[in-house]
């Protein structure tokens, strides 16, 4: 214990003073270490640039794959790209992966959710650690007015992560159809799964049940806001479950790269009526 | 002692004493009359314990069943009251209330809504119709918030935590009062022309009450003291259900809502036993088969209402009745169900701090088991005799409003006329206190020897070497009037309650507590226990001289109501010899009110008085 | 029945210290029956205010093992049966005495906030409004004004922010004028600047306090944060309004 200066009401002075009992740090402890593990996994997955591709399943950190190198053990071929072939003008400091080139978008999304705000403002900015725990001593505290002011743009994200969900569902109808032949794997039920955990994610966020309805004064006063109001409130069933759906298609996210990396791999064996 | 010119001294033309519903609109109306007005409370503002109040404010504005209008209203009222209201204030609160309901929503009040938009309505003990607007089973809050939330806009200055101690006068008529403030212990002299009392009931003299430690009284201390009357000190409310179990919150509030929406009232045998207590007045109203009451649950216009929504005191006697005769629930009560009546979604949404404050407080989810209820101590319907229109008291200067004024609910009041009630007489006192200071004038001069006095009395309290403990008193005085002057009175009970308090009377001379008087909550309980006193005192000595049954009082001894003491209101003031208690003869009604109050329901519903 | 130990901060604004009690503690009681029981026992003075004791009038909020909660409402089973309870007087406002805190502060935000501004009656002196449009607001006016949110918000409780920012309090209490279907006024410029909108970091502490299960941050403060965007911050909606007017 360092030295405290005890001030009135008995509350001692100090970063993370707290007289609370029980494991608040429980918290803010799962999810820094969820956080991290996440960014460190799809930072290392993203710099591979190679087995991001099986059969027809597409790893979504590389989706929408606007070029391809064919040449790499485990990437698409060349007529999945948007663009075509890998661009002579990449710089060659910067790892050579389709990865780079979209992750941006989906991470811009999660870093500017009023959810994730809330989680890492917490877990690795410590304003505060946890509620009635003291947060760590600022000059002069800004919030989200000074630097963080770009918090303020979370919507442009979400029109980014809204076309991303179309990207992802349309992954995930290739991923039932290889060579052309209806068929399932595991793999194609992982793929379908990560867009509609994505959609739940993405379609209950906070600034979109603000610009369904959620804006309005009056719901009842005519037509479209009739509907908006109907819209808003199936909006706000996902919205009140968005930590959830921030933490199933994160984790799914991830599972679905190693997955489709593991395989592409060889190290798993994905079961499907294909065979092979 | 301190010279008068070191004590804090602030002038204004209106003091209302008081912040709950009657107390802000008395003082918005004195605003809006001009005044200069202060408002001195006891707690924080927003505090009161209006918030307490569930179920809605009752007002005709036939916005569920087009049939209802102020007649009915004031029909119902009146037979409500067991004909004791002064008719003039009955008939006031009927035809205003809707207009102040109307007010509220304008000041921002959000009540719950009908499908065509308006302000919705619901069922209620005594109510013919639908007709309490409500939010939920939280109207009192949102009343007292948005009185709270419109005063601070009107100019009012609010002395919070501020306790009145008594009345100043000069001659006969009143100059201010003398108070402290909680925080400091700082003594404080408010001058004004005229002084609203909006200071409640006093519960806290009854051990299970559902009142807070606010409702010790004070108005009533006080105007007594100051020499005004109190009127229909007998007739005092006991909630029938209240929570029983645990032990800690015995007393607390269930809403009659719950009954309202279609919740029933059952004993251990697992009869609804309601239908055997109906009084042979209400019986042609009144549905006599389980099935009849469905229908009307239902919507039915041609059922007749289940009786677990008979007046207050008729169903406070019958679960009394049924404790008594070994049917009551494990710890002494009736059991209420709403559980098997309606689906748990629906209850949640209709009544969510009962949800709330059974799961909390008693562990229970109503939306699976019957609640267990019982009698608990709920309001004053008498108090300080005011004028009909003006609701000044028989003190000049001295006006009130509220719970602590008499004469609006007679015998026993209808759930839901309470909230109207503080909106209606409360802007009438702000009225009437207004009118009345500027008629005056002048501001008079502050008797320096009566402040002195007040502060005195207040300070030995603190400087005594021993004494008793004033809690210990206050829970001797609980005691007594829960034993003695209970749901059910009788002679020989109310003379040994009189003895108890002679002797309680002067465990009171000597309390004394310790410490310093910056928020001492023990001296506060100490200063708070002669208002209390005069309360239990009143309430006694009046209900000894009630041979009757009536409403709100119940005499073993004196079965049933009488008609020769209908004739009359009792009235208590301060003696020579100390507490002088007598017989005041009824007005004869106007000729029109009496016609409608004693009207066939169907020719009010034609409007064809 | 048992006895339970209490540590109780005593003091004033020039100091103070815990002091020990204890108290048998009955079936059913809650940790303000515990401190009316002290106080008739062994603290005659201890100053503690409180009102309902029902959690309808948020009077006796304070800290009970370090959390900020309302005293009637925290039943002693639900605390720890070994443990010592720690009660304390709330952090963010400056002690009176004991238990019991200055909240006046927030009593001056309140005034600071233009009020309902209600747009006239329909022709028939009512007026209308349909139970799907106050929902919203409905769910705000639940606010018993305890202040616990106030407390725990940390721009005012270690920021020393409370002069740039109102509160979650007043924030959902901005949240109810602005989207009451009858306000006309417009408070979106002064939610930015004066109440400081922008100070929030939405950490929800004041919801996972709230008494009444308000759900202060995800109903009331974001949307008053899109809000502000709408206004001030979307590029798009700022074309849109300067150059087409809506």
């Not at chain 1, 956080?35 to 979504?60: C, D, E, K, M, R």
């Not at chain 1, 509609?196 to 369904?212: K, M, P």
């Not at chain 2, 002048?442 to 320096?448: A, M, N």
């Not at chain 3, 408070?187 to 909108?197: A, L």
Request: glycine share 10%; aromatic share 10%; with cysteine.
């Amino acid at each position: 214990m360092t030295t405290q200066e005890i001030a009135v009401g008995g509350y001692s002075k100090g970063f993370s003073q707290t007289h609370r009992t029980d494991r608040w740090w429980i918290g803010p402890l799962l999810t820094f270490l969820g956080f991290s593990s996440f960014i460190v996994y799809s930072t290392w997955a993203a710099l591979q640039g190679n087995h991001y591709f099986y059969g027809s399943y597409l790893s979504p950190f590389y989706s929408p794959l606007l070029f391809v190198d064919p040449s790499v053990t485990g990437g698409a071929s060349l007529e999945h790209a948007w663009f075509g072939g890998w661009p002579s003008w990449w710089p060659s400091f910067v790892p050579a992966s389709p990865a780079f080139l979209v992750l941006a978008f989906p991470g811009a999304f999660r870093f500017t959710c009023y959810y994730y705000r809330k989680a890492y403002y917490r877990a690795f900015a410590f304003t505060p650690p946890g509620c009635a725990v003291t947060a760590l001593p600022q000059k002069n505290y800004k919030g989200e007015t000074f630097l963080l002011l770009f918090q303020n743009l979370h919507r442009y994200a979400l029109y980014f992560a809204l076309f991303f969900i179309i990207i992802l569902f349309s992954d995930a109808v290739q991923a039932f159809f290889r060579d052309g032949k209806l068929g399932i794997g595991v793999g194609s039920i992982v793929l379908l799964l990560n867009a509609t955990f994505l959609s739940c994610y993405t379609l209950g966020c906070h600034s979109f049940r603000h610009l369904v309805g959620g804006k309005l004064d009056c719901f009842s006063c005519d037509a479209t806001s009739s509907t908006r109001y109907g819209l808003w409130k199936r909006v706000t069933l996902l919205n009140e479950n968005h930590m959830l759906f921030a933490w199933i298609s994160l984790f799914w996210v991830g599972f679905s790269d190693v997955y489709v990396r593991l395989v592409s791999m060889g190290i798993w064996h994905d079961l499907s009526t294909w065979g092979n | 002692m301190i010279p008068l010119s070191e004590i804090l001294t602030y002038e204004h033309d209106v003091i209302v004493v008081g912040a709950g519903g009657a107390g802000l609109r008395a003082a918005i109306e004195c605003c809006k009359q001009g005044m200069n007005t202060g408002v001195v409370c006891k707690s924080l503002l927003g505090k009161a314990h209006t918030v307490m109040a569930e179920g809605g404010m009752a007002a005709a504005m036939g916005n569920v069943d087009a049939r209802d209008n102020w007649k009915v209203h004031f029909r119902d009222t009146m037979r409500g009251g067991k004909f004791m209201n002064q008719w003039r204030m009955a008939e006031l609160h009927a035809r205003e209330a809707p207009d102040r309901v109307r007010e509220l929503e304008e000041w921002g009040a959000v009540f719950d809504r009908t499908k065509e938009g308006l302000i919705s309505q619901r069922n209620f003990g005594g109510h013919r119709y639908p007709r309490l607007a409500h939010v939920g089973d939280r109207t009192g809050l949102e009343l007292i918030r948005t009185l709270q939330d419109y005063a601070i806009h009107q100019g009012m200055k609010v002395y919070m935590e501020c306790t009145a101690l008594d009345l100043l006068k000069d001659g006969d008529r009143i100059t201010g009062l003398v108070g402290y403030f909680r925080e400091t212990g700082r003594f404080v002299v408010f001058k004004a022309n005229a002084v609203i009392f909006a200071t409640g009931g006093a519960g806290k003299a009854w051990k299970i009450t559902s009142n807070s430690w606010e409702y010790t009284g004070d108005g009533y201390g006080m105007a007594y003291t100051a020499g005004a009357e109190l009127m229909d000190m007998e007739f005092t409310q006991f909630h029938p259900t209240g929570m029983v179990w645990p032990p800690s919150v015995r007393g607390i509030l269930v809403t009659e809502g719950v009954r309202g929406d279609g919740g029933i009232l059952l004993n251990n045998k697992g009869e609804r036993f309601m239908f055997k207590y109906v009084p042979p007045k209400f019986a042609a109203e009144t549905a006599d088969t389980v099935e009849e009451g469905n229908r009307w649950l239902e919507g039915d216009k041609a059922a007749r209402r289940p009786p677990e929504l008979l007046t207050r005191d008729v169903v406070a006697r019958a679960i009394t009745a049924e404790v008594n005769a070994g049917r009551g629930s494990a710890h002494g009560g009736a059991l209420l169900d709403i559980a098997s009546r309606r689906p748990a979604d629906v209850i949640r949404k209709k009544l969510p701090s009962m949800y709330h404050q059974f799961k909390e407080l008693g562990e229970l989810d109503i939306t699976k088991e019957p609640m267990e209820v019982g009698p608990t101590l709920h309001y004053f319907m008498g108090g300080i005799r005011v004028d009909h229109d003006t609701q000044q008291s028989t003190v000049p200067g001295l006006f009130a409003c509220g719970e602590c004024s008499a004469g609006m609910h007679g015998a026993n009041r209808l759930g839901g006329n309470s909230l109207s009630d503080l909106l209606v007489f409360g802007r009438l006192a702000g009225l009437g206190a207004s009118e009345y200071s500027k008629s005056i004038g002048k501001k008079s001069v502050t008797d320096e020897k009566q402040v002195l006095s007040i502060i005195r009395s207040a300070t030995d309290i603190l400087n005594l070497d021993k004494g008793t403990n004033p809690y210990l008193v206050h829970e001797d005085l609980q005691n007594v009037m829960q034993r003695y002057v209970g749901i059910v009175r009788s002679a020989d009970e109310l003379q040994t309650a009189k003895n108890e308090l002679e002797r309680i009377k002067k465990d009171v001379a000597l309390v004394k507590s310790d410490g310093a008087s910056q928020y001492n909550a023990g001296w506060h309980k100490a200063l708070d226990l002669r208002n209390l006193l005069i309360s239990a005192e009143a309430v006694t000595k009046a209900a000894e001289m009630r041979t009757e049954s009536r409403g709100g009082h119940t005499r073993i001894d004196f079965e049933g109501e009488r008609e020769e003491c209908a004739k009359y209101n009792i009235v208590v003031k301060k003696g020579e010899q100390g507490m002088e208690v007598r017989k005041v003869e009824r007005r004869e009604p106007p000729e029109t009110l009496k016609k409608i109050a004693y009207a066939k329901i169907e020719d009010l519903e034609r409007e064809g008085v | 029945m048992a006895k339970r130990q209490f540590k109780i901060w005593r003091g004033n604004k020039n100091g103070g210290e815990f002091a020990n009690y204890q108290t048998e503690i009955e079936p059913g009681m809650v940790v303000l029956d515990a401190i009316h029981s002290i106080q008739a026992e062994s603290a005659g003075d201890l100053a503690v205010r409180w009102n309902c004791k029902a959690g309808k009038c948020g009077s006796c909020s304070m800290e009970i093992n370090g959390k900020p909660r309302l005293s009637c409402m925290t039943r002693m089973n639900s605390l720890p049966a070994n443990e010592t309870v720690t009660l304390q007087p709330l952090k963010t406002f400056p002690v009176i005495k004991d238990l019991v805190t200055d909240v006046s502060w927030n009593y001056r935000q309140k005034e600071k906030i233009q009020p309902l501004k209600p747009k006239p009656r329909d022709a028939d002196g009512n007026y209308r409004m349909m139970q799907e449009d106050v929902d919203r607001i409905q769910e705000f006016r639940k606010c018993i004004e305890c202040f616990l949110c106030q407390d725990v918000c940390h721009v005012l409780r270690d920021q020393d922010q409370a002069n740039n920012f109102v509160g979650p309090r007043f924030m959902i209490y901005l949240a109810s004028l602005e989207m009451h279907p009858l306000d006309t006024a417009d408070r979106i410029p002064t939610i930015r600047k004066e109440f400081g909108s922008g100070l929030c970091n939405i950490t929800r502490c004041c919801t996972e306090v709230c008494p009444e299960h308000i759900n202060i941050t995800d109903n009331g403060i974001i949307p008053l944060k899109e809000r502000v965007v709408d206004r001030f911050y979307d590029p798009v909606m700022w074309v849109k309004r300067k150059f087409f007017g809506v």
